[in-house]
């Protein structure tokens, strides 16, 4: 490899990281949380200029730390989820819904990296055998299908998680007004929640039966809610489950508060979809500009380089 080849692939590099900052940093790609939202219309407890801030506040590599540091940060969450804290793994196990334990989870993930080494081994021995074989790229090849073999299985596991709580919340206001009805009919709530599961089917009622499994087996009512809360870790029903410990510790309305939490629930499912429509706007721009409008300007300007052509 030449100095100038070297050079070449090294301000690719630099351009390619740098466009793929800018990209990952639109708004289409990144949803903004809830406390940005609300930020600019919050009076700042803090009236002191930035400009008086101690030299400890501000940042050592200056713009460098401050453009890095949400990629930074996002590396970090994503590095955290392979960590072999079993209590952290054997909590997203329970939230896609499955029945494995931890240690069945890494064995799965390990019999998928040794399929993907495998696969890698079978693809290097055949290039092999065609007389490209080159033993830099050949070990790379079978580690990097080693360890991406390793990493689809915990993609997939939280595309499973993605997947159920989405179906989750949108059963979640039938449910609810479900056990409003009950509970307006004369159900006690744990009356009202064998009801529901007696009559539901879906993955937010397979939950509120092991709610139900839990009372019967001598738990009181609040702590099964409560273990469901931290079981889903989803705004909507921790919401839910506050409403309802309140209701059922103060003695308040329990039919109005469930309506109330379905209502809040069909809202937020509105905003979400009102969101997802006005980034697909955003995005329909990109086939449109590039796409469409050429190919009207060409069909447009082309009769007339025809007849200027032909000396007409």
Same mark, same amino acid.
Do not use: H
């Given at each position: 490899?030449?100095?100038?080849?070297?050079?070449?692939?090294?301000?690719?590099?630099?351009?390619?990281?740098?466009?793929?900052?800018?990209?990952?940093?639109?708004?289409?790609?990144?949803?903004?949380?809830?406390?940005?939202?609300?930020?600019?219309?919050?009076?700042?407890?803090?009236?002191?200029?930035?400009?008086?801030?101690?030299?400890?506040?501000?940042?050592?590599?200056?713009?460098?730390?401050?453009?890095?540091?949400?990629?930074?940060?996002?590396?970090?969450?994503?590095?955290?989820?392979?960590?072999?804290?079993?209590?952290?793994?054997?909590?997203?196990?329970?939230?896609?819904?499955?029945?494995?334990?931890?240690?069945?989870?890494?064995?799965?993930?390990?019999?998928?990296?040794?399929?993907?080494?495998?696969?890698?081994?079978?693809?290097?021995?055949?290039?092999?055998?065609?007389?490209?074989?080159?033993? +830099? #790229? *050949?070990? $790379?090849?079978?580690? !990097?299908? @080693?360890? =991406? %073999?390793?990493?689809?299985?915990?993609?997939? &596991?939280?595309?499973?998680?993605?997947?159920?709580?989405?179906?989750?919340?949108?059963? +979640? #206001? *039938?449910? $609810?007004?479900?056990? !409003?009805? @009950?509970? =307006? %009919?004369?159900?006690?709530?744990?009356?009202? &929640?064998?009801?529901?599961?007696?009559?539901?089917?879906?993955?937010?009622?397979?939950? +509120?039966?092991?709610?139900?499994?839990?009372?019967?087996?001598?738990?009181?009512?609040?702590?099964?809610?409560?273990?469901?809360?931290?079981?889903?870790?989803?705004?909507?029903?921790?919401?839910?489950?506050?409403?309802?410990?309140?209701?059922?510790?103060?003695?308040?309305?329990?039919?109005?508060?469930?309506?109330?939490?379905?209502?809040?629930?069909?809202?937020?499912?509105?905003?979400?979809?009102?969101?997802?429509?006005?980034?697909?706007?955003?995005?329909?721009?990109?086939?449109?500009?590039?796409?469409?409008?050429?190919?009207?300007?060409?069909?447009?300007?082309?009769?007339?380089?025809?007849?200027?052509?032909?000396?007409?």
């Amino acid at each position: 490899m030449t100095a100038l080849v070297a050079m070449t692939a090294f301000v690719g590099l630099v351009l390619g990281a740098g466009l793929w900052l800018v990209l990952i940093r639109m708004p289409f790609m990144r949803a903004i949380p809830f406390a940005e939202r609300i930020e600019p219309q919050l009076k700042s407890q803090y009236v002191e200029s930035r400009l008086l801030a101690s030299p400890s506040e501000i940042a050592p590599f200056g713009p460098l730390e401050r453009i890095l540091r949400p990629v930074l940060q996002d590396g970090c969450r994503y590095l955290a989820r392979f960590s072999f804290d079993i209590t952290a793994l054997n909590k997203r196990l329970s939230r896609a819904g499955s029945g494995k334990a931890a240690l069945d989870f890494r064995a799965e993930q390990l019999l998928w990296a040794a399929g993907g080494f495998v696969c890698g081994l079978f693809v290097v021995i055949f290039s092999a055998a065609a007389g490209r074989f080159s033993p +830099f #790229p *050949a070990v $790379a090849a079978v580690l !990097a299908s @080693a360890i =991406g %073999a390793f990493l689809a299985r915990d993609y997939l &596991l939280g595309v499973q998680i993605k997947r159920r709580e989405r179906r989750m919340l949108a059963e +979640f #206001p *039938a449910l $609810a007004e479900l056990m !409003a009805l @009950a509970v =307006g %009919a004369g159900e006690s709530p744990v009356g009202a &929640l064998d009801r529901v599961c007696a009559t539901a089917r879906g993955e937010l009622a397979k939950e +509120f039966a092991l709610v139900l499994a839990a009372t019967r087996s001598g738990k009181s009512l609040v702590e099964a809610l409560q273990d469901f809360s931290r079981r889903t870790d989803l705004g909507p029903l921790v919401r839910f489950v506050d409403g309802v410990v309140v209701a059922v510790e103060r003695g308040t309305p329990l039919a109005d508060v469930l309506r109330a939490q379905a209502s809040d629930v069909r809202d937020s499912a509105k905003r979400e979809l009102m969101e997802s429509a006005g980034r697909k706007e955003i995005g329909m721009m990109v086939p449109l500009v590039f796409g469409v409008l050429p190919l009207t300007v060409i069909f447009a300007i082309y009769p007339g380089l025809a007849v200027l052509d032909l000396g007409f």
